[in-house]
């Protein structure tokens, strides 16, 4: 069934009130649900309560028992008189049988929800719809040794102790949370949890008790995460002045968790590897993805719960928003310009793909079969990239008046994209009718700049054009506004000709002309990746390597590089060999320019993925991309080899400390380590073991590792065994040990991978598990991409396997198999079959089979 934003309907009833009594046990919970419900739309309309997996044990209306209700589907309707009634449900579920992780279920003898973002029905009979906001009341009871904490939504109310005669002892907490919130923002914790307690105070001077629950075992490796909900609550009060609204923060971490976390008000649950970090256990960039999660889920406290979606089509206005907010309190805690650098990088990486293929949709999409498949990189990336282009495009001030605005007039409400949008433009002034068509229209835009100089004359005229790619269901696009920063340089004095300037490209093509130009100039054009589009310029790689030494804004030098890297391999790729001198040297010049922060100088230095290369390829040949990259890597480590060996030498400070600039020097040595593999020299391998051995942090320990996956030095099994030994019961460092050989570049990858899959520590049954496999593997293109299609037929075992378990997390491994147009025709072939294989297994979710049929179209 196609679910449509045109057929949106408000409710025709709404639930102000809700009262939930469950009765907690790991195989049979009682949930009795109390709604007080009040009419909304015409008279006559019966009430309609979402529901799936469960049947009624009872339903009451104002308290008198009926049975004239039916099932209509897996809805429980409810034939209603009057304009307000008390409508009460009992229902029993199994939260050990739950392999979803939606709804209520077990983790690890822990009992959690995840509601979002259609969960909530699998608790209790509800209009799972976010548009509906009620007052929750909760009272949980439950074995008392067994969950001796009990935590709810809100501010904790009346505990006790209960002699009902059954055995063990029983007690019971109330929790109640005085915000109207939708049933996707639900959620209740019962478990055996230890807890590392904080406390903020607000800057109006509300004293908030925060506290990180979880296992007794992992309470050492909670600081991270709690100095970085504090630091989180002060950033949104100083920089969006918004201040947190309850007297309790509690965040919980669980190992099974299908996505990263979830705001759920007052009570964040966390998949546990976003949480737990100690230096011998979380790498630099676990922290980094630990910060940027806790503030994540704390900004969505207003970007989200304060303020909700309308329908689910809207979900970018929650989402966007709040990956764009935790990526400025990210940006504002190290480098900014590095972390751009990473966020594009991801955003090329994981939406540019998505927009090229089979599932593009819009920022707003138009429909959808089942709403967890668009829990995308373009709903989360793309839409934050959309915020950004408005901030650039109204300047701060006036963007944090249209934030102020919204935060205001939307208070309490559910919202859509387009009021976010409206409030931008009335308080600022700008218009924004056209930049509306980002919303709606997928595809990235691809520009094509050309920039011409008159001989002597002194005028140079730069020519823009825009093209936005048909996608599914999209044939024909208008064009789009555009910001572009840019700037020029002269050629021969390397400093800058113009001032930089904001262009709003909103026509199919435009001309700017500057005068006066007095030598020949250099395009530095999207400077800090100012619109997500794809740039064709016609610069030479001499203009690109004087770029990425001269250009002042980091980004754009970074930029530069990589495009000269980028051209260099297609070249390589498509004829077998390229000329390596340009990137070389500009390599050699970023090393050696003392001026650059070791963070940058190790992200402008590496080469870009082979899966990048291949975006850029009318027919991806992954072994030729392999080939191309090799090549370059081994004649970039040789002929620099000086370079890397003092780079590497140059050895951060011991013990291990999580501070900006100790993260940028073990990131460049470590780049620096893996250049020195691939130089061949004999004692890289040698000096890789050494550091395994010696290292006192997770983030050299795994780059030694990995760096001894990808080769075949004898010290690779040994630090395989010795990794996997020590961390052994430890499931989120395991997921770095199968990772590193899923990533693997050696060629007998997939059959490894293929072995690691019935390994004893390896289970389908935890997210996390089979991403750090599955997930990893799908990215590896050389393995995935095997010609004989070995990599096509594992994936698909393992998701038809995965999809009898957890439909959610199978349909998030499917997109690599889909982009079966971009390869040769064997291989495409053989992408197909198996997609139709998924296709055709019985009983399939709604989540898989919508990926994979959309995939064969
Ligand atoms: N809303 C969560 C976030 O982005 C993501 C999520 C979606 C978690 C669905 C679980 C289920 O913060
Ligand atoms: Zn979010």
Not at 375 to 396: H, Q, S
Not at 618 to 627: L, Y
Request: proline share 5%; glycine share 8%; hydrophobic share 45%.
């Amino acid at each position: 069934m196609v679910i449509r934003r045109e057929d949106y309907r408000p409710p025709a009833w709404l639930v102000p009130e809700v009262r939930l009594d469950f009765d907690l046990d790991a195989a049979a919970t009682r949930v009795r649900a109390r709604l007080s419900v009040t009419r909304n739309g015409a008279d006559g309309e019966p009430l309609r309560l979402d529901g799936a997996g469960q049947v009624p044990l009872s339903v009451t209306v104002d308290g008198v028992a009926i049975d004239d209700w039916r099932l209509e589907g897996e809805q429980l309707v409810v034939p209603l008189a009057g304009a307000a009634h008390v409508v009460e449900t009992e229902v029993e579920i199994a939260p050990d049988h739950n392999t979803q992780l939606m709804g209520l279920y077990a983790s690890g003898g822990i009992l959690c929800t995840q509601c979002e973002a259609e969960g909530f029905r699998r608790i209790t009979y509800f209009p799972d719809r976010p548009d509906v906001l009620s007052r929750y009341t909760v009272r949980m009871t439950a074995d008392a040794a067994r969950y001796p904490v009990l935590l709810a939504n809100g501010d904790p109310g009346a505990t006790g102790t209960l002699d009902d005669g059954r055995p063990g002892i029983r007690h019971w907490a109330e929790w109640h949370d005085p915000f109207p919130k939708p049933s996707y923002l639900f959620a209740l914790v019962a478990g055996d949890l230890a807890v590392n307690r904080g406390s903020f105070t607000t800057r109006s001077g509300r004293a908030v008790e925060l506290g990180i629950w979880v296992r007794e075992a992992d309470l050492a490796r909670t600081d991270h995460a709690l100095d970085a909900l504090k630091t989180s609550m002060a950033w949104d009060e100083r920089v969006y002045g918004r201040e947190y609204d309850l007297d309790v923060f509690n965040i919980v971490a669980v190992d099974d968790f299908n996505f990263g976390a979830m705001e759920n008000k007052g009570l964040n649950i966390f998949n546990s590897r976003y949480i737990l970090a100690d230096p011998d256990t979380a790498t630099d960039y676990d922290y980094d993805g630990i910060a940027a999660v806790v503030a994540h889920e704390y900004f969505h406290n207003w970007s989200g719960n304060r303020i909700t979606c309308r329908d689910w089509f809207q979900l970018s206005l929650k989402e966007g928003f709040t990956v764009y907010r935790d990526q400025g309190f990210s940006a504002d805690q190290g480098s900014a310009a590095v972390k751009r650098i990473e966020d594009v990088r991801t955003l090329r990486a994981a939406q540019f793909p998505e927009d090229a293929g089979p599932l593009a949709h819009p920022v707003r999409p138009d429909a959808y079969q089942e709403i967890s498949n668009f829990y995308t990189a373009t709903i989360y990336n793309k839409g934050a990239e959309l915020i950004r282009m408005m901030a650039t495009m109204l300047g701060p001030v006036a963007f944090r008046a249209g934030t102020d605005l919204y935060f205001d007039r939307f208070d309490g409400t559910a919202a859509t994209c387009e009021d976010f949008v409206a409030c931008l433009e009335e308080a600022s002034g700008v218009d924004l009718t056209q930049f509306r068509r980002w919303y709606g229209q997928a595809g990235t835009p691809r520009v094509s700049a050309s920039l011409s100089h008159g001989a002597g004359g002194g005028r140079a005229t730069l020519r823009l054009a825009q093209r936005v790619p048909a996608t599914p269901g999209q044939p024909d696009k208008q064009p789009m506004v555009l910001p572009l920063r840019l700037r020029l340089f002269g050629a021969e004095t390397g400093r800058p000709l113009t001032d930089e300037q904001l262009v709003l490209l909103d026509q199919p093509a435009a001309t700017i002309v500057f005068e006066a130009v007095t030598e020949r100039p250099v395009l530095s054009i999207n400077r800090g990746f100012s619109a997500p589009v794809i740039v064709e310029s016609d610069r030479s790689a001499a203009d690109l390597a004087f770029l990425s030494a001269h250009d002042d804004d980091p980004f754009a030098r970074y930029e530069a590089m990589q495009q000269l890297m980028l051209d260099t391999l297609v070249a390589g790729a498509i004829e077998g060999s390229a000329d390596y001198d340009a990137v070389i040297d500009a390599v050699a010049n970023t090393l050696d320019d003392p001026d650059l922060d070791a963070a940058f100088v190790a992200e402008a230095v590496m080469l870009p993925s082979e899966a990048f290369v291949g975006d850029q390829l009318a027919v991806v040949d992954p072994d030729a991309i392999f080939r191309a990259r090799e090549a370059l890597r081994g004649d970039l480590a040789r002929r620099l080899e000086a370079r890397w060996r003092l780079a590497y030498d140059r050895a951060p400070a011991v013990p291990y400390v999580y501070s900006p600039d100790q993260k940028g020097r073990r990131r460049l040595r470590n780049v620096a380590l893996g250049y020195l593999a691939a130089s061949g020299a004999g004692d890289a391998a040698a000096l890789a073991f050494a550091q395994f051995g010696a290292a006192d942090n997770m983030t050299d320990r795994q780059a030694a590792l990995t760096t001894l996956v990808n080769g075949d030095a004898p010290e690779r099994d040994v630090a395989l065994a010795a990794f996997h030994d020590r961390y052994a019961g430890n499931g989120l460092v395991l997921d770095k040990w199968f990772q590193a050989q899923a990533l693997s570049a050696r060629d007998d990858t997939t059959d490894r991978v293929a072995a690691l899959a019935t390994h004893p520590a390896f289970t389908l049954a935890n997210p996390n598990r089979a991403r750090s496999l599955i997930g990893a593997f799908g990215a590896n293109q050389r393995a995935f991409h095997r010609a004989d299609g070995a990599g096509y037929r594992f994936l698909a075992d393992q998701l038809i396997a995965l999809d009898r378990l957890n439909p959610q997390t199978a349909a998030k491994l499917l997109p690599p198999l889909g982009r079966w147009r971009r390869f040769d025709a064997g291989r495409a072939a053989l992408m197909r079959a198996e997609l139709a294989r998924i296709v055709a297994v019985p009983g399939l979710s709604r989540d898989l089979f919508e990926q994979a049929s959309k995939s064969l179209e």
